[in-house]
């Protein structure tokens, strides 16, 4: 079955610790996604890229970092820099261009 | 303006009924345009597609007025398994990027 599997599912962790997100996708997409939503807002883009060893800053990168190694991976890691990192994070992949994005199940990071 | 604004709604309405919502963009030279349905603490999920004029898909039909800048989308003989966010999605001009809406609640009840 090919989708987007993100993991892990719910996270916890402590203000000041640097936390890393997980993206995998089986699509062959080459464009990836990371988008941040809060509670009755809409998708904001973190970051995305278009192709491997190559990403671009989305609306609200500060306090984010991602690599893209591999055509299939996507990590995001959330610094201790963000100042108010508890969110759904959502990560998706599309062929590239304006065409359709596919989402993984998100992660719910929650900072204690 | 903002790039995509939605009635956040909710739209609260009886099964069998025929409920619109509206979705207005501001950039105009979006070409194609997106309808993804959001269930509560789950991803959004592709719903329909809109390019031209509109696209139907059975009790779902999406139309899009350029002149306006603005799609709509259409669900008739509502469905309880209906209840859910809907999401416009607009295509930013230029980059790999879609602007996604903050969505419409639309709640079906018996």
């Known amino acids: 079955d090919g989708g987007i599997t993100q993991s892990p599912k719910y996270l916890f962790r402590k203000e000041g610790q640097n936390v890393t997100l997980s993206c995998e996708q089986n699509?062959?997409?080459?464009?990836m996604y990371w988008y941040r939503q809060d509670p009755g807002q809409g998708l904001r883009l973190i970051y995305y890229s278009q192709i491997v060893n190559d990403f671009q800053k989305g609306d609200i990168a500060e306090g984010y970092s991602v690599s893209r190694e591999k055509k299939e991976s996507f990590p995001l890691t959330v610094t201790s820099a963000q100042k108010n990192p508890t969110a759904f994070y959502l990560c998706a992949s599309s062929i590239g261009g304006h065409n359709e994005q596919f989402f993984g199940p998100g992660t719910r990071l929650t900072v204690l | 303006r903002k790039e995509v604004e939605q009635d956040p709604g909710p739209f609260n309405v009886p099964e069998g009924a025929t409920v619109a919502f509206n979705c207005t963009y501001s950039?105009?030279?979006?070409?194609?345009f997106f309808w993804y349905r959001q269930d509560c603490r789950k991803e959004p999920k592709l719903l329909m597609s809109v390019y031209s004029s509109g696209n139907e898909d059975g009790r779902f039909t999406a139309q899009l007025n350029r002149a306006s800048q603005y799609i709509s989308l259409l669900i008739r003989d509502s469905k309880l398994s209906d209840s859910a966010t809907y999401l416009c999605v607009v295509p930013v001009g230029g980059y790999n990027k879609l602007i996604f809406g903050a969505g419409t609640r639309l709640a079906v009840h018996p």
């Open positions: 950039n105009s030279a979006s070409q194609s």
């Open positions: 699509l062959n997409h080459d464009a």
